[in-house]
């Protein structure tokens, strides 16, 4: 297993800290906090990190629901870090699964199974149990160390994790945070290792479209102007809800880390986007995706009755936008999609939902980059993400640098990345451990102390 820094660190709290890390994975796991129990979540960490010496405090908008905000205080002026996590998990079927969800099973090849296990209590584990170590250790920074683990994330509709915690506590800013959403590693074409950091999130605009026609007796097709068949035109020339690439600064970034500085000038924003998805099976799908307004058509709505031919038919398009894109703008793009032949109307179906970015620049880039060069023998990659994380909500409330990233070595991605709200999700205790020493780097090198 890789070590970390610092150098002059004892072996033996390396080790405590990654046996601490694991343990604490399966206790977490072991916890079914299915969206709407994660308040003994909180409360084991709470225990865990107390019994370090850590501050610890509960904050709770519903008893059962509660967040937890650890601090090690700073000793002055100087930047502050949040390591964040999200306690909650989705929904598991045990009969899909090879061991039991909620067992925290570890087999014999170092693998810990359950639901949670990339999503994310592994990074929750790791993240604790890093503090914990610089709290024995008697490490304190210039800034606050913040250790923030929220409930309700994978639902966010109760409003009791982050979204209700930024209003509540002005106190949990920070200069930066690290959270979920990158630390996938994956060798391009031309042998080079890139791994993913998140540095921001797409939104979601749901759009839709409507086919107008005129109702009729569906026993005479041709008598009135059923919408039903005019949608079928409409939803061919959506597709597949590609979208047209746009030239954005966060596009621009992904494209210039792949293929070198001032790309999209060199070879024009298609010609990029086409050449860098040339370098990774994983690219091709996701690189076009992620650099534009996606419009995946999802639901489908016709007539309440058989017999009736319907005035209007409707699809609702899953549309997924880039930083800064407004409601007007998708609107635009589908219409230029559908074109204006044909009798339709195109509207929100719910409001916007906007995602932001962190600039892949300054300190806390820098430390990302220069511990995935030396542990990971890797080149970072600032990717957007296609979903959602709270660390939009700390960009938003506070301005907050916020990335997504816990380094994977061991496990191999397409293991990480098919565990995902699926069946069987797995991780090797190594990269659980690899991430608490990456955490407890962070935080010393950051924050100094
Ligand atoms: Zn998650």
Sequence with gaps: MPSDLPPDEPSAERDLRHAESVALARDLIRIDSTNGNETPVAELLADRLASAGVEVELVARDPAR??????????????????????????????????????GVLDDAGYLWGRGAVDMKNEVAARAAAMASLARSGWRGRGDLLLVIVADEEDGAAEVGMNWLVTQRPDIATTYALNEGGGFGFRLADGRHMV??????????????DALGEAGHASTPTVGDNAVPRLGELLRRIGRGEPE????????????ALLGDGSVD???LAGAIDSASRLHPVLRDSLPSVAGTTMAPTVLHGSTARNVMPARAG???????????????????????LGDDLPYEVYLAEPAVHGNASGASGALWDLVSTWCAEHLGAAPMPTLCSGFTDSVYLRRAFGT????????????TEVVEAGYHNRDERIHVDDIALSADFHAFAARHLLGG
């Excluded at 509660?66 to 998990?89: C, E, F, K, M, Q």
């Excluded at 993913?196 to 479209?209: D, F, H, L, M, Q």
């Design 315 to 337: 699809v609702e398009l899953d549309c997924r936008i880039l930083p800064g894109t407004t409601e007007d703008e998708v609107i635009a793009a589908v219409r230029r999609r």
């Design 245 to 256: 690439p746009q030239d954005h600064p966060a596009v621009r970034t992904m494209l210039d």
């Design 401 to 412: 640098v916020a990335y997504g990233f816990s380094p994977f070595l061991t496990t191999p």
């Design 266 to 268: 060199r070879l024009g």
């Design 196 to 209: 993913e950091v998140s540095v921001g999130e797409k939104g979601t605009c749901p759009v839709r479209v």
């Design 66 to 103: 509660a967040n937890l905000i650890a601090r090690i205080p700073g000793t002055g002026a100087g930047p502050s870090l949040a390591l964040v996590g999200h306690s909650d998990v989705v929904p598991a079927d045990p009969r899909d699964w090879t061991h039991p969800p909620f067992a």
